[in-house]
């Protein structure tokens, strides 16, 4: 099995997972644990979303987390917007990376936008332009390129036609989000492989859901592919709420054990990973998904073996 030897994991469950709670935390809650991701080894960190208040009330307070936290220097604070006001809202807060995101279902684009996935992107020009003038980095992403609810099956060449947009409005760094939870290893291989080699100028992230138990295979899958970036969500925290059934995300610790086991190197501690995790649980009030805060970490079932006592040794009873 040929792998890259060093994946780069980005702690999503700030925004992605604590989206989908009941249990809305508090500010200073969100930044101790921002505090935490970082020191746990963290580079990339999606602190939240510049969306509605009222469609998403529990990233109303993404501004305001990004005007307190202290920043450490080397680690990327994004934060995932829908249009223009989105770039206004980062630049009044000091935010240096934003993300956009379009669904590769164009059923879905043209039920909610009345526009092709394709015109979605060149749209994003004025967010682009606007970001580049005032130093924010820009990335985007693509929702349900392994399949969608609405057409099941996504052609490849219709994920090229997005891919080449947001290149022609000046994105490099691009997602492909399993939003939908469908996708299997041996597609996930098929395309990320493509990708890779089509568009070598592209940064390409991977966002893999758990929705049917595939995201540690398909993670693998792509790593085969050449796919060396990942998001990740403590214990698993989160889900899309616009499809069916479609709830939790790659565990953050799950996947570190996973890689640590395998000798591929990811710059992050374990154990503060875990301790971390089991902090968001108990803010949220719910166990969580991730199998190593049920079982704990393989190391820590080797035991010392009691020494073979000799034949003439006497046992005492």
């Not at 030897?5 to 500010?27: F, P, Y």
């Not at 990320?192 to 100028?201: I, N, R, W």
């Not at 790593?223 to 998001?231: I, V």
Request: hydrophobic residues 40%; aromatic residues 4%.
């Amino acid at each position: 099995m040929k792998l890259v030897d060093k994946v780069i994991l980005c702690e999503v469950g700030l925004r992605d997972g604590l989206q989908n709670e009941c249990t809305h935390l508090t500010t200073e809650q969100k930044i101790e644990l921002i505090n935490d991701i970082v020191d746990a080894g963290y580079k990339v960190i999606e602190v939240g979303s510049f969306m509605s208040p009222k469609a998403v009330p529990q990233m109303a307070d993404t501004d305001e987390i990004m005007k307190r936290i202290n920043r450490k220097e080397g680690v990327e604070y994004r934060v995932l917007i829908a249009n223009l006001k989105g770039v206004e809202r980062a630049i009044a807060c000091g935010c240096k990376k934003v993300k956009l995101n379009v669904s590769a279902s164009r059923a879905h684009n043209l039920a909610n936008l009345n526009r092709t996935p394709e015109e979605t992107v060149a749209g994003f020009q004025d967010c682009v332009d606007l970001a580049k003038k005032n130093g924010i980095e820009i990335s985007g992403s693509i929702s349900m390129p392994f399949g969608s609810p609405w057409e099941y099956k996504i052609p490849v060449q219709d994920i090229k036609n997005i891919v080449a947009a947001y290149l022609a409005c000046g994105i490099t760094q691009i997602s492909l989000s399993d939003a939908s939870g469908m996708a299997v290893p041996t597609q996930v291989y098929k395309l990320c492989k493509e990708m890779k080699e089509t568009y070598p100028q592209v940064s390409w992230v991977i966002h893999l859901h758990n929705t049917r138990g595939m995201a540690l295979t398909n993670m693998l899958s792509a790593m085969q592919a050449g796919m060396d970036t990942f998001d990740v969500s403590f214990g698993g925290l989160g889900g899309c709420p616009f499809v069916p059934g479609a709830a939790g995300n790659l565990v953050s610790e799950d996947t570190i054990h996973m890689l640590d086991e395998m000798g591929i190197e990811t710059g992050i501690n374990l154990d503060k990973a875990i301790t971390l995790a089991k902090k968001v649980q108990k803010m949220v009030g719910h166990n969580l998904d991730g199998f190593i805060l049920k079982a704990g970490k393989s190391s820590e079932l080797v035991h010392e073996l009691p020494k073979r006592q000799g034949k003439n040794e006497k046992i005492d009873k």
